[in-house]
């Protein structure tokens, strides 16, 4: 029995939806209301904070990138509410070192933007990882490699700028520029 056959029409479970783009966060908590979810929704790390507080949520969806904080934020400070809380943490902008750092706080997945509600359900109710996952025969290029090492250290530096421009020896400018560049893919 999978997860939307589980949950009864009269016991709702509470859901929480934390997305900065506020038409995305809509449509997926009509979707996940129609799934039999009681669903709340916020926009920033405050609101997201007080609303766990009042409802204890089994579950969360958090976006990675909240305006200018980090979702792995709220992983850490909604685990620390509820360490059952299931986390789904989606992002616009998938990295290794976010990923990794999502896990480590406590969330249950990582799905990369776009998704649709079928996959966070799927994802709600994975419970251990897949040794059967295929390992890519292509490496990856200069500019996913330079990417993703960027975002590892930036995670390292707690999402600083400033501190993580001196600790990669570049201009503060420089590494915001491309950090508002997407991730090269593969």
């Known amino acids: 029995m999978n997860l939307s056959e589980s949950i009864d029409a009269n016991e709702q479970p509470d859901l929480l939806i934390v997305d900065d783009d506020e038409i995305f966060s809509d449509v997926l908590a009509k979707a996940m209301a129609k799934r039999n ?3 709340h929704t916020t926009h920033t790390i405050e609101a997201a904070l007080n609303m766990a ?12 990138k909240l305006s200018s904080d980090s979702g792995l934020v709220l992983v850490e400070k909604l685990k620390t ?3 059952g809380t299931r986390i789904v943490m989606l992002t616009g902008y998938a990295s290794i ?11 249950t ?8 509600a079928d ?16 390992i890519s025969a ?6 996913r490699l330079e990417w993703e090492y960027i975002h590892r250290i930036l995670a390292e530096n707690d999402y600083n700028i400033s501190v993580t421009a001196r600790a990669l020896n570049m201009h503060r400018r ?13």
């Open 81 to 83: 509410l509820d360490p």
């Open 138 to 143: 292509n490496p990856l290029s200069v500019g």
């Open 119 to 134: 996959e966070i359900m799927a994802a709600f109710e994975r419970t251990s990882g897949e040794t059967d996952t295929p």
């Open 53 to 64: 507080e009042s409802i204890a949520p089994e579950y969360a969806i958090v976006d990675l």
């Open 174 to 186: 420089t590494l915001q520029r491309k950090l508002a560049k997407k991730p090269h893919r593969e």
């Open 109 to 116: 997945h990582y799905l990369a933007k776009p998704v649709d």
């Open 97 to 107: 070192a976010t990923a990794v750092e999502a896990i480590k706080l406590g969330a």
């Open 37 to 39: 979810f009681n669903v």
